[in-house]
């Protein structure tokens, strides 16, 4: 942690929305590691209690911890004046659950957005607002990037399809943006607006799109076809077939949430931030059928089932990381094989397998 970019932090006050969860909570680690206060704005209500006291390390008794809505203009305004940073990472960030409620989505990921970038505008104490997003705003890229009549496109084109099957696209902050779900919609709007509203009274921001997360401690939930390293990893586990969306053809840019939790810190002081938007990812490409070869490595005996594509799952593609090592001057740490190991020793830590998902498992 000897970072003279992160030394501005210390002794500073973030507040984190979302801050008991999954990314939220190794963001607020890692500002307690660097020397910061991190405020943890969060509902408690996406998992059961004891996933945020024994999996995420979430005291709900710590006065840090303040439990509400971003939706709440009133409680919003007070921990943002508490506050020299804010990143907001919020979200009802589940693509199927979004599907299923797009109103939900709207309340959260909208309106609550609207309510803290209004806080954060009329407080001058702010330094600088992190807008996390996501690459889903991506959608499965703009063809037209891979139609370059070039002798370099052409041979790296061959590879990928030998390798893939296909050409997945790789993603640069200036692709044109094609969200594909209700949720990649919603993120889309917020770094619009996040531009908009900051920009007219000239508080500095930075919006980050963060590729696929995985690593522990994910606790996979009921009804969502997202976090596959944790959903292959926990069925495997428990003697149940890994299901291969479409075949398992997706392509994935695989962030372990730790080095996610890093980035975005960096991106609260880095000077080259101001303003910028930038890709989080490996710029490594990942088929979900890969994935589900290397959990089923570590589990031998596990089956793969081809099931239909679900809505809203785009078919994916990889980060240009060239932008986010310029500015941060930094790239991630973890290896997909390290994190997946990682992952897998996890899945032994008492309640990181859902006793609804256990009640699937076959009987020994």
Not at 128 to 148: H, K, M, Q
Not at 208 to 216: A, L, M, P
Not at 239 to 244: A, K, Q, S, T, V
Request: hydrophobic share 40%.
């Amino acid at each position: 942690m000897h970072d003279t970019l992160l030394k501005e932090l210390a002794g500073r006050t973030v507040l984190v929305t979302g801050g008991a969860g999954l990314i939220g909570s190794r963001i607020a680690g890692y500002l307690r590691q660097v020397g910061a206060r991190p405020i943890s704005l969060c509902t408690l209500d996406a998992y059961p209690q004891h996933t945020y006291r024994d999996l995420f390390g979430v005291d709900p008794s710590d006065p840090d911890v303040v439990v509400g809505s971003v939706q709440d203009s009133d409680l919003v305004k007070r921990v943002v004046a508490e506050s020299d940073y804010v990143i907001h990472a919020a979200a009802l960030a589940d693509v199927a659950a979004c599907t299923r409620k797009p109103m939900a989505a709207i309340h959260t990921n909208i309106s609550g957005t609207q309510v803290l970038l209004d806080a954060v505008a009329a407080c001058e104490r702010i330094r600088r607002l992190v807008f996390v997003s996501s690459a889903s705003v991506y959608g499965n890229g703009d063809p037209e990037d891979w139609a370059r009549p070039c002798e370099e496109y052409r041979t790296v084109r061959k590879l990928l399809e030998a390798v893939y099957g296909r050409v997945p696209p790789q993603f640069h902050e200036h692709t044109r943006l094609r969200p594909m779900s209700v949720y990649a919609n919603t993120k889309a709007w917020g770094e619009t607006q996040t531009a908009l509203t900051l920009g007219a009274v000239g508080t500095s921001y930075t919006v980050v799109r963060y590729f696929s997360v995985y690593g522990d401690p994910q606790v996979v939930k009921k009804n969502s076809h997202s976090w596959v390293v944790a959903w292959f990893a926990t069925r495997a586990a428990l003697g149940l077939p890994l299901h291969l969306n479409g075949g398992g053809h997706q392509v994935r840019d695989l962030v372990h949430v730790d080095d996610i939790a890093a980035a975005i810190v960096r991106a609260l002081v880095a000077p080259r931030a101001h303003n910028e938007t930038i890709s989080i990812g490996a710029g490594i490409p990942t088929s979900i059928r890969r994935v589900a070869e290397l959990i089923a490595e570590r589990y031998p005996g596990t089956r793969l089932v081809e099931t239909p594509m679900p809505p809203g799952d785009p078919l994916g593609g990889y980060a240009a990381t060239h932008r986010m090592e310029a500015v941060l001057g930094w790239r991630p740490t973890i290896t997909l094989t390290e994190g997946v190991a990682r992952y897998v020793d996890w899945l032994g830590t008492p309640g990181a397998i859902p006793a609804w998902l256990r009640a699937e498992a076959p009987a020994v």
